[in-house]
């Protein structure tokens, strides 16, 4: 009779289910990450931190000469308990199967040599880089990331909605998106006035790769009450820093029947609520990043528990800026100009030394969607600032009142051809609404203390990047 093998799919589900599996013969797979002594092969198949040790005899001797770091092997063994101390289990192997195999002298060409990589190195082979331990790590928390935002809003009882990612509007207005055309770039055809003749384009008219998806959202929202988009969002700009990509994942929930303080709300819980599921679902992913960048995350992100995000008004965030002593050497600012980034980082993290939700922005300096408040001179704004990230979500309430919104429509010289159905939102039993736009990747690099926003995302896209 055939003997019965338990076949374990993951790594992880073997770790958690062991107890009941010792001295039992398993099957499992994985790729091989290195050698211990000369009786230990240690893999690993991406499903959690923890590799797990394969004991093998003599009778191995000739196979493991064929065997080199990276390639996959399936294991058939008996699951015993480990006397080591870095692991409670370990296979006694039986039969041991190449899956996939490689010459070891390719080996040397990939960053999956057993060796410390810079993130620069591993980017350039990022192909490659999911199965190195660091990068598993963050993929795993960036899955969980995802995960709890999507279980807040579903316990909060918002509709999950999908916005276009073809637009024919820049919502933000700051002019930096990917034109998206079918045009024959070798005969473009032009007009009599030798501008291009978008009509003969595909959508009848020039379109775009979205920058948000707010707009649409709104849309959804007067009439689903509470919506909100998870998506991919696209910028032109040619900043090439740690903090910007110009393809990245931007959460955005918009609520109708609800105003600026109740926004702040809801994105401070969001964070927060995130956060802590992170803490206890990626235990484990999150102790190996710090240990790994000699970092305390775990007392960083509990002190953002701990906190009430500290609210002021963009006219209190310049008084200090303007007359704090330690702030001096900042570039000087006056009323009515953008923060800039060193700004922002002041703020957060040397003067409130927390998160940072600053509000009620300049007009002048914003989208024309948000609500002007009563001093005609600001809107109902709000961006939440984290220490060493900066600006992790921006939102704000949303003008509803048709007739201030077309004036600042008119005023503004936008292009009312493609905002008529915006402003029909209005006209059609309108509330006070407000929602906000979280950078997702922002998010996964504060929690898991990455330096570069590159290094979060599975095939970053940058100016002179789109590589993979
Ligand atoms: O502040 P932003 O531009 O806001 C909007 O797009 C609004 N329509 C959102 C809304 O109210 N529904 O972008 C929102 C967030 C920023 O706070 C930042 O975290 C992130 O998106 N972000 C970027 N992340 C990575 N790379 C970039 N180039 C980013 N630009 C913005
Ligand atoms: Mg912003």
């Not at 002190?303 to 310049?318: G, H, K, M, P, Q």
């Not at 704000?396 to 905002?419: A, F, G, H, P, T």
Request: a positive charge; charged letters at 25%.
């Amino acid at each position: 009779m055939k003997k019965k093998i338990k076949c374990f799919n993951s790594i992880k589900e073997l770790i958690f289910n062991y107890k009941f599996f010792i001295s039992k013969e398993i099957k499992i797979k994985g790729w091989v990450k290195h050698f211990r002594y000369n009786c230990f092969i240690i893999i690993n198949d991406g499903s959690t931190i923890n590799n797990l040790q394969i004991f093998i005899d003599q009778k191995f001797d000739s196979l493991v000469k064929k065997i080199n770091i990276g390639i996959s092997i399936e294991v058939i063994g008996v699951l015993v308990l480990s006397k080591g101390k870095e692991q409670n289990i370990e296979i006694y192997a039986n039969k041991i199967k190449i899956i996939g195999k490689f010459a070891p002298e390719e080996l040397q060409k990939t960053i999956l040599q057993p060796k410390t990589h810079s993130f620069k190195k591993l980017r350039e082979q990022a192909y490659l880089r999911f199965r190195t331990s660091i990068f598993s790590s963050i993929m795993r928390i960036r899955h969980n990331i995802s995960f709890s935002i999507h279980k807040f809003f579903f316990q909060k009882n918002f509709i999950y909605i999908n916005t276009p990612i073809i637009t024919t509007y820049d919502s933000e207005g700051a002019g930096e998106m990917f034109r998206v055309t079918n045009f024959d770039l070798k005969k473009i055809p032009l007009n009599e006035k030798g501008e291009l003749n978008n009509n003969l384009d595909f959508f009848g008219t020039s379109t775009y790769l979205t920058v948000s998806g707010q707009l649409q959202g709104e849309a959804a929202a007067s009439g689903l009450g509470k919506i909100y988009t998870f998506g991919p969002t696209f910028r032109a700009e040619k900043s090439n820093t740690f903090r910007h990509l110009s393809e990245f994942w931007m959460i955005e929930p918009e609520m109708s029947f609800s105003k600026l303080v109740h926004n702040m709300n809801i994105a401070e819980k969001l964070l927060k609520y995130v956060i802590k599921f992170v803490i206890n679902n990626s235990y484990e992913d999150l102790f190996f990043l710090e240990k790994k960048n000699k970092i305390k995350i775990f007392k960083r992100l509990n002190n953002v528990l701990e906190s009430s995000f500290e609210r002021i008004s963009y006219t209190n965030a310049i008084k200090i800026l303007k007359y704090s002593k330690n702030g001096e050497f900042l570039q000087s600012i006056n009323w009515g100009e953008d923060l800039k980034s060193e700004h922002e980082k002041f703020l957060a993290e040397n003067y409130f030394n927390n998160p940072i939700i600053i509000y009620n922005y300049p007009l002048k300096i914003k989208p024309f969607y948000m609500r002007i408040n009563n001093d005609n001179k600001t809107v109902a704004a709000m961006d939440i600032i984290f220490p060493y990230i900066g600006e992790i979500i921006g939102g704000s309430q949303r003008e509803e009142r048709y007739n201030v919104l077309l004036k600042r429509i008119l005023e503004l010289n936008l292009n009312i051809k493609s905002l008529w159905w915006y402003l029909n939102i209005r006209r059609f039993g309108s509330v006070p609404q407000s929602g906000f736009g979280l950078g997702f990747e922002r998010l996964i690099q504060y929690i898991t203390n990455i330096d570069n926003i590159k290094d979060v995302i599975p095939f970053p896209r940058y100016p002179n990047h789109a590589y993979f």
